[in-house]
């Protein structure tokens, strides 16, 4: 096994872990974006999102969820981003799926944001067309 994150998850490496069942392990990051940042990583191997499996993706976001809830009450957050980053051109460092659970503060860094661009309704609707052809 290679891959950091399936060491990680399947506790041949030992780290900080908030929550593990049979399919998930919770830890925290070793950069954290904030306080408390952490990392939801399945115990099976998926690169990506276009990897995943259904049984585990349907298990994430309850999860994210349920953690997100115990970030509020255990850390006083007042928000929480999820980020789920694909491919290197998306940011993603580490292949092997994971969502960020970044907890965020009143006043705290605006960290994870855009600028939003004009769009045409023309060039909106030939994306779309797009994305829906290759469905
Ligand atoms: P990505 O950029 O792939 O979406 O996110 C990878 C994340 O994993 C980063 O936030 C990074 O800090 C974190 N990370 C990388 N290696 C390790 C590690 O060995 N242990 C933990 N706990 N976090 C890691
Ligand atoms: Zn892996």
Redesign the pocket.
Known sequence: MSC?FCR?ANGE?P??TVYEDSMFRV???????SRG?A?ILPKVHAADLTELDRRTAEGVLPLAAQIGTAMKKGLGCDGLNL???NGAAA????SHF?V?LIPRYEGGPDMVTWQPQPSEKEELEGLAKAIRDAM
């Not at 830890?27 to 974006?33: R, S, V, Y």
């Not at 940011?91 to 580490?94: F, I, S």
């Open positions: 950091i990680i490496i780290s900080a830890i925290m990051d070793l950069g954290p974006a940042h990392l980020v789920q980053n940011g993603q460092t580490v994971h960020h």
